[in-house]
T-cell receptor
Framework: DAKTTQPNSMESNEEEPVHLPCNHS???????IHWYRQLPSQGPEYVIH???SNVNNRMASLAIAEDRKSSTLILHRATLRDAAVYYC????????????FGQGTRLTINP | DSGVTQTPKHLITATGQRVTLRCSPR?????VYWYQQSLDQGLQFLIQ???????AKGNILERFSAQQFPDLHSELNLSSLELGDSALYFC??????????????FGEGSRLTVL
């Protein structure tokens, strides 16, 4: 499994953009990059995933570096509900059998 | 609401006892995953089943066992409980295993407290 490095915590203000970085320098060429988040007292929930190109969905955008050794999850306008722990998870065909969660980044949103 | 149902939501028991946690996957999902989340270990993958068969195993203790039934619900059995087994236990489901683009849907968890 590819190793990931994420900041332990980040803080932002409501209605401002948030950029959550993740380093995954050992990622293999076929691994997708998944992001999940865990809101307080809830199970993890899927946010977004990508392979090489940047991706957008209703929740967030994912920017993937050209060398794929890092990626950034972008929340365009953070709300209080976005306060959560965000996990970056490289996932290959084998890895998809068992998502491996690291420590993640705890995001705090100030009103 | 992810569509994954876990029961019970909370469970308090004593050391040495045995408990069973139940998970109903989303309608149509054939694969079930179990995770343990404790304060010091984070989210740890325990085991995965696909259509009744074990597909992948993580750091699951020998005192723990799981199965997936023909109706696709799954049970995680924890026996000879120790204080350190106190944790949140999450079940997740997906349509099929082994897809790198697959999305897992998690339940709200079962909180086990061992006294």
């Amino acid at each position: 499994d590819a190793k990931t490095t994420q900041p332990n915590s980040m803080e932002s203000n409501e209605e401002e953009p948030v950029h959550l970085p993740c380093n995954h320098s050992t990622i293999s060429g076929t691994d997708y990059i998944h992001w999940y988040r865990q809101l307080p007292s809830q199970g993890p929930e899927y946010v977004i995933h990508g392979l090489t190109s940047n991706v957008n969905n209703r929740m967030a955008s994912l920017a993937i570096a050209e060398d794929r050794k890092s990626s950034t999850l972008i929340l365009h306008r953070a709300t209080l509900r976005d306060a959560a722990v965000y996990y970056c998870i490289p996932t290959g065909v084998q890895g998809a059998q068992k998502l491996v969660f690291g420590q993640g980044t705890r995001l705090t949103i100030n009103p | 609401d992810s569509g994954v149902t876990q029961t019970p939501k909370h469970l308090i028991t004593a050391t040495g006892q045995r408990v069973t946690l139940r998970c109903s996957p989303r309608s149509g999902d054939l694969s079930v995953y179990w995770y343990q989340q404790s304060l010091d270990q984070g989210l740890q993958f325990l085991i995965q089943y696909y259509n009744g068969e074990e597909r992948a195993k993580g750091n699951i203790l020998e005192r723990f066992s799981a199965q997936q039934f023909p109706d696709l619900h799954s049970e995680l059995n924890l026996s000879s409980l120790e204080l350190g087994d106190s944790a949140l236990y999450f079940c997740a489901s997906s349509v099929e295993p082994g897809r790198a683009t697959g999305e897992l849907f998690f339940g709200e968890g079962s909180r086990l407290t061992v006294l």
